[in-house]
């Protein structure tokens, strides 16, 4: 539909005759603000405008439709009797397409209104596809940050497993016990009391985990932000590892300052960021062997957070095999990887750079001067009273 504006009846109609041989859908007002009101009600596929009129000029007009993200893209072609460079120039810096003067040209007037009119259609044309590719590019990430996170779990699997066994073997044992003192008649009040209260602890252990996990792995495609405690959130990682860097004797140095904030983010995605720091941590510190003759190094991974200024400063540090200068670069490119096939895709740092970039913050991962790796997120913190 095309909405002509004009005045005068006369140019209405005129306006109307030269557009009648291409059979647009053609509707017409004699004022400005009537001429808001029907754009508001019925949004036309383009504007021919003119700018003198009583009530309210059309630069006027063209400049409230500009203002509105629904109107915006609508051509508006000016039509005037005001042919000097300055008037043109003030059509074009409101948001006009074009400018015809009078007296019209019925051939130059179509022609200018079925350009304007293609270019409206080819512009819509390429804005679907930049939306659907967007979309296909947010699926994508998604998908990819889904496998990273089942990844992680697959690796850790063992630990967790472990984490549950323990428990697991306590309540066994404690219920052993529990029917030995029955039958012998020797199961006091407090003594089923005391064990069934531990029971419930190991119960609860065991539920704890397996509901994290589950959370944890829960594919969310939408994701939801929140105030998140960044030391809980170290807390929760750990959990899932601390089992596997216990038994393979790699030790844990926490300083955590209790003062170190909260952040606006997703907990479980700031988890998986934290997950694949310390992941690649131990994977270093394991790769790491000790000269011939030398006896090997303690292998240490230091983790902490600090307040500076406002932001939250998470650092996880090893004394691995550290980084070659030649790879630094690349560290953060998806699939690259510095580890074997069967230890990961290359994966988890491309998409905790996603994730740290979507928080607002940033990701810098390097070789320390005394060898091993530092990795350091810095996040924008919450103001204090909001979390």
Do not use: W
């Not at 005129?14 to 508001?40: N, W």
């Not at 932001?311 to 630094?328: C, K």
Request: glycine fraction near 8%.
């Amino acid at each position: 539909m095309l909405l002509i504006v004009d005045d005068s009846r006369l140019n209405l109609q005129m306006l109307a005759g030269i557009l009648a041989p291409e059979d647009y859908h053609v509707a017409m007002v004699k004022s400005g603000q009537k001429a808001l009101r029907f754009i508001q009600r019925k949004t036309p596929d383009l504007i021919l405008l003119d700018i003198m009129m009583p009530d309210m000029d059309g630069l006027e007009i063209c400049r409230q439709c500009k203002a509105d993200q629904a109107l915006r893209h609508i051509p508006v072609i000016f039509i005037s009797a005001l042919k000097d460079t300055e008037s043109k120039l003030r059509g074009f810096e409101v948001g006009g397409v074009d400018y015809i003067t009078k007296p019209f040209h019925g051939a130059e007037v179509r022609a200018r209104v079925q350009t304007h009119l293609r270019l409206r259609q080819l512009q819509q044309g390429l804005e679907e596809r930049v939306e659907e590719e967007v979309a296909r590019r947010l699926e994508q990430k998604r998908l990819l940050i889904q496998k990273s996170k089942l990844e992680s779990l697959g690796r850790l699997a063992a630990g967790i497993a472990h984490e549950i066994n323990q428990p697991l073997a306590g309540i066994s044992m404690g219920l052993d016990n529990m029917g030995f003192k029955i039958e012998a008649g020797k199961a006091t009040p407090d003594y089923l009391g005391g064990k069934i209260d531990n029971l419930r602890k190991d119960i609860e252990r065991i539920s704890h985990i397996i509901r994290h996990v589950r959370l944890f792995s829960r594919d969310q495609s939408l994701v939801a932000l929140e105030n998140v405690d960044v030391n809980g959130v170290v807390s929760d990682a750990l959990s899932m590892l601390q089992t596997q860097c216990r038994r393979r004797r790699i030790r844990l140095r926490l300083n955590l300052a209790d003062d170190a904030g909260r952040v606006l983010g997703n907990r479980y995605r700031l988890e998986q960021v934290v997950l694949n720091l310390l992941t690649n941590a131990k994977d270093a510190v394991e790769a790491k062997s000790a000269p011939a003759g030398e006896a090997a190094d303690e292998k240490e991974i230091r983790i902490s957070t600090c307040r500076r200024g406002d932001q939250v400063t998470l650092t996880v540090a090893d004394n691995g095999v550290g980084i070659p200068n030649d790879q630094v670069d690349r560290i953060f490119d998806p699939f690259f990887t510095t580890k074997d096939p069967e230890k990961g895709t290359g994966l988890g740092l491309s998409i905790s750079y996603g994730i740290v970039q979507e928080m607002k913050g940033d990701i810098v991962v390097e070789s320390a001067p005394n060898g091993g790796a530092v990795a350091c997120v810095r996040l924008p913190r919450m103001p204090d009273g909001e979390g």
